[in-house]
Every structure is written in C-alpha cells, then in structure tokens.
C-alpha cells in the first residue's frame, strides 16, 4: 500500500486542504474508488476505510493480480467534513457539481479538476454516492445513461438493484458523468445511508466491490455471491407522496415487501397529534428507498416503490 | 381620469408542516384606462441573499403611481420567489440545500420545490418581457450587467440595448445552465433578460435607480408606458461566446485580499490592482496585477480567499474599443 497526496493547497488559518489516495497493486490504472465528495458522507467515508482495511491484506498475501494497480480516495474534501457542512466551506459550492474541473478556476473546479487528472484514466470508477435527501436506500448500484454505461458489468457487484437514470442537466457535472465520457465504466454505488453509519450496510458495500473485483480477476477473493441482481429504470420507481404536511410516522423500511394497500406512513398533525393523511402502497412492491426526516413537507417523496416482490 | 388596478395574489400557497403556509406573492398593477394587453415581469430574490432588485421592485411601483395615467400594459412584480432564503440570508433554498436557479422548469408532481419552479414558469410564461434581477453573491460586486446565453442572443441583445445597463455579456452556452429560470422561459419563448448588479446581501441604491431607468425605457418600448423616458446610457456588448472577452483574476494562494481597484476602474497591463495579505505572518503574499488592458467589471467584495477564489474579471481593451 502506497498513500499518495492526488491534491493539495494551503490553507490561511487551517491545515493545509489534503485529498489524499491509497494504492495497491502496481501495473496499468485499474480501478478506482471514491468515497466522500461532501461534508456530510459518512457512510461513504467509514465503507472506503473498511476497503482499504481488505486490500491492503489482499495485498500482503499477494491475491492483487499482477497489472492491476487500484486507488482508494476515502474522502474527497476533509475540509467540508471537518466542520460539518455538506457543501465547500466558503462558498457552498459542490465538488460533484465542477467536473471535469478547470484547473485555472475557482477553489471547487481546481479540486475537482486536480482529482480528476489523476483518476480519469482508470479502467473502471466506483463512487460510494448520496442522495440530496435524507433516507435510506436498499443497496444498488445507478448508472446513468450516457450510451457508454455497460449494465451487464453492473450486475457483477451482486446486489439488489441497478438502477439506470437518464442525465439530467446538472448531471453532466458530476464525476460519474464524466468518467463515462472519458471511458472509464462507472458505477455509483449506494448503500443505505449516509449521515450514520450503519455498519451491515458498508460491508456489503465493500463485499461488492471485491466481488466485482474477483469476477474482473483483478484479485482473488471469495465473499459471498451475493445477488442476481434485477435491472430497473429509474422512471419506473412509483414515488409515494405526502399530500399533507406534518410530522412522518413510517410504518416501514426501505428493503420491506409491500403489499397493494399496506399502510407505509401516516401524516400527523403536530400539534393535535391527528392523522391527517395515511398514506398507502399503490402495488405490491419493494421499498426501494425510505425518506427518513421527523418533518414531511408537501409533496416530499415519502417512499421508492420498485414494483414487484423478492 | 384613469386609476390604476393592483392586486397582491398568490403565485403559489401551500401548508408548511408546523403551522405556517409557504407562499410566493404578486404585485399586479395594471391601467383601469386603455390596456393593450401587454405584461412585463419584474422577478427578484430567486437566491435569498441578493437583494438589491428589492429597490428596484419598490422603485417600480413607485413609478408607476407617481404618473399613474401612462401606464397602458400589466406590471407584475414579484419581489420574492426564495421567501425562505431572503428570511434567512441564504443563497438557496434553506432546509433542501438546493439553488432555485438549478430547478427549472419544475415539475408539477414533483417536491415542493419542484412544485413550484413550475407555478413560476407556468406564472411566467407568454409575459412579453421578464426581468430576472439578481445582485453577484456575497463575495463579488458587479457593474450593472445583463448576461445572455448566446443561444437567445438574436432576441434579447436589441432589447437588453434599451435597459440602461453598462455591459451586456453574451456568453457560451454550458448545459449546466439549462436549468435556470431564464432558460426554461427563453426556451418556450418568452424573451428574459437576467440582470447581475451589485453585490449579496446590499443595496445599491444608484444601480437601483439606474436600473429602473432602464425597465421604464424598457416598458416604453414594448409600449406599456406612455410617460417620460429617461435618457439611457449604451452598454459595452461583448460577445462572448468563445470566452475571449474576458480576463479572469483567480487568487493564486490563499490570503486576505486587499482590493485596490474599484467595479468599473480601467487598468493597464502589469497595473497593480490589489494584494493578497498574510496578517499572522505580516507579508505580502501575492501581488496582484492586470494580465492585460481593459476595464474590472466584476470585483471581489469579501477578503477572505484561498487558492482559486475569484477575485476580479477584466472585459478586455477590445470589447471596450467595440470590437467584440
Ligand atoms: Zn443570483
């Protein structure tokens, strides 16, 4: 295991800002792993360390295959983290907004465009990823739908779901994004939360990983098979919604079978503590995500439903 | 006699989750007397801690009541479309984290902010002018300007010429930015301007003035007002699609910044313009100098900075000499 500084600046009255990267292996660029892009990325932070934990032991008893070198960023903005604040520390913006980066630009575009030199020509890209709102997801991994994304590759981490999305605007920004523009076959990876840390969670995560890794022979490893996993659109989630406004009272868990009709949530008034709305499944199905916040505001999507059972 | 009609109304009202309803408000004045039908929209406050087209929004109205009889068209103003984020001087939308310029066109059965991106556009829509003031951010003052993706060029340089602003800055096109307000409508036709002027979370009361100057001349032109017209002054254009208009200044360390040279101050090349301090070590760390002729339009307002932070943009001698 070699640590490497991928990019760093001075900083006036903190420690200098670091990114910092793990290697192993040694040969052609691989395959890289990314952990945090914003202050709030635990989860995302805690799975690369467990990664880097199993590597670099992988590494000692020699089961890195020969040409193979892979990189593991935990953290991509300490700094963001260090004071809890989801976005840059002095201007708000976020990383995952500035890519492919510029890097005679702004603070956020250098850092975006200093990781993104060192990380753009790795065979494959893997992102520990959030969501902008707070919940829990069943574990999955989402590409987006650039022409260059390769689902088969996809299924081989084994879990659940994968999810495909068309790019929206703001998407062309992303490093996902661009690593598929540059060749890279890129995978976010979502396990079930973000400001905890759930532990199960990571490692299945981490498992994932190594099982894609061992499926590409790229190390030899032996985990559990894990899925077969189902391939779903993004359009096709149902989104249940909350009508009312209220305090959330959920009644299950993202990874639950539903059924047509099963109360998932009731809205209640905060003050009077009535139900003001109870809301439903519309079909028998799978909670592929669960909005996890005390306030619900209008129209706040409550639940991810993936049609069907498992 | 003509009096004037105005109404304030909801552009959207739905409950909060603790007691409290979120609503965006309009302010329509419209001619009792001769109406030729025409509307133009004054829209501000989409980032919460740009203020100065609060004035403007006042200064408008003002206007208008002062000479009630010229007015022949529909004003509407709406002076707040991030009510949370002008209550809580924050820039996007506080609670979501998110910037209300980077959701439009919304989506009807969306989330509530999605909600009401589109009951903006859908408000909006077939006006026959929007004006969309912004003031730069809390870091950068900006000399009054109005900025145009090169895609609606054709339709909004001849009418941002009337607006009485010092600069029009025709930029490239960046997909990123298919999410703004003024997208979503140029896309669907109707023609908006977006103004950048000043600085966060102030009010400068003379780019207030000269902008409502410009929105009168304007309103003159599409032939909703009838009154006096104010001399207007003719902006610099730079097209800039190609981005070779424009000299960027990006701190190379970080520091606090020491401006020298004000929004609007002409520079020679290798001109000092400002330098950046070390005050734990008392040093200069950087001076800072003009790469090249031409005029600082956009200048930083906040001292602190770090390796990368903008700290000026110079139009270059070319487009000052009209030859974008
Ligand atoms: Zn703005």
């Known amino acids: ?310 | 006699m003509s009096e004037l009609i105005e109404n304030i109304e909801d552009v959207v009202r739905f409950p909060l989750p603790v007691d409290e309803e979120f609503v965006i408000k309009r302010h329509r004045i419209e001619p009792s007397g001769e109406n030729i039908g025409k509307r133009i929209c004054i829209v501000t406050g989409i980032h919460g801690d740009e203020l100065e087209g609060q004035y403007v929004c006042y200064e408008i109205a003002r206007r208008i009541r002062r000479d009630s009889l010229s007015l022949k068209g529909i004003v509407d103003i709406y002076p707040a479309m991030n009510p949370f984020g002008i209550d809580s001087i924050t820039r996007g939308i506080p609670a979501f984290d998110l910037d209300m310029n980077r959701i439009f066109p919304g989506n009807f059965d969306g989330d509530m902010n999605e909600f009401t991106a589109s009951m903006i556009v859908k408000e909006l829509e077939g006006a026959d002018l929007v004006i969309d003031i912004h003031a730069s951010n809390i870091f950068l003052t900006e000399i009054p300007q109005i900025r145009i993706n090169e895609k609606s060029e054709k339709e909004l340089v001849p009418i941002a010429k009337k607006a009485n602003m010092d600069l029009i800055w025709v930029h490239g096109a960046s997909t990123v930015l298919e999410s703004t307000l003024a997208y979503s409508l140029n896309s669907r036709g109707t023609n908006t301007l977006v103004v950048e002027m000043g600085v966060g979370m102030r009010i400068t009361p003379d780019y207030g003035e000269q902008l409502a100057d410009g929105i009168i001349s304007i309103m003159s032109e599409l032939g909703i007002w009838e009154g006096e017209v104010p001399k207007t002054k003719e902006a610099i254009v730079a097209y800039d699609a190609d981005g070779d208009d424009v000299c960027y200044l990006n701190a190379p360390c970080s520091g606090i910044y020491m401006k020298e040279k004000e929004h609007g101050a002409i520079v020679r090349s290798g001109e000092s313009v400002g330098k950046i301090i070390d005050p734990l070590s008392g040093d200069v760390l950087a001076d800072i100098k003009a790469p090249e002729n031409g005029m600082i339009f956009t200048v930083r307002e906040y001292p602190v900075v770090e390796e990368g932070s903008l700290m000026g943009r110079i139009l270059r001698e070319k487009v000052l000499n009209g030859e974008s």
């Not at chain 1, 006036?12 to 800002?17: M, N």
């Not at chain 1, 976020?94 to 990380?119: L, V």
């Open chain 1, 1 to 310: 295991m070699k640590e490497t500084i991928i990019y760093s600046f001075k900083g006036l009255y903190r420690d200098d800002f670091r990114v910092k990267g793990y290697e192993f292996g040694s040969g052609g660029k691989s395959v890289c792993i990314l952990g945090s892009m914003r202050g709030n990325e635990y989860q995302q932070i805690y799975s690369c360390s467990l990664l880097v934990k199993k590597l670099k032991k992988l590494e000692v008893e020699g089961k890195i295959k020969d040409g193979h070198t892979l990189m593991v960023i935990p953290c991509c903005n300490p700094y963001s983290v260090n004071i809890k604040k989801r976005f840059w520390s002095i201007d708000n913006t976020d990383i995952n907004r500035m890519f492919p980066g510029y890097d005679k630009g702004e603070t956020t575009q250098r850092i975006a465009a200093g990781i993104f030199e060192n990380i753009k020509d790795y065979k494959y890209g893997i992102q520990f990823a959030s969501f902008y709102m707070p919940g829990h997801f069943v574990p999955q991994i989402r590409m987006m739908k650039t022409g260059n994304e390769k689902v088969e590759l996809a299924k081989k981490f084994g879990l659940p779901f994968v999810v495909l999305h068309n790019p929206r605007p703001f998407d062309t920004a992303t490093l996902n994004y661009n690593w598929q523009i540059w060749e890279t076959d890129a995978f976010s990876i979502y396990t079930s939360s973000t400001e905890k840390i759930d532990k199960i969670s990571a490692r299945q995560g981490v498992n994932a990983i190594l099982t894609f890794l061992a499926k590409e022979g790229i190390i030899e490893y032996q985990g559990f098979a894990g899925f077969s996993s189902k391939v779903v659109e993004s359009d096709k989630f149902i989104s249940i919604r909350a009508n009312a406004a209220g305090i959330l009272d959920p009644m299950v868990k993202a990874g639950d079978n539903v059924m047509q009709g099963q109360v998932l949530a009731y809205i209640i008034d905060p003050y009077t503590a009535e139900i003001i709305q109870t809301i439903t499944a519309t079909t028998d199905a799978v909670v592929a995500f669960e909005y996890d916040s005390p306030m619900a505001y209008k129209n706040t999507a409550l639940f991810k439903l993936i049609p069907g059972g498992w």
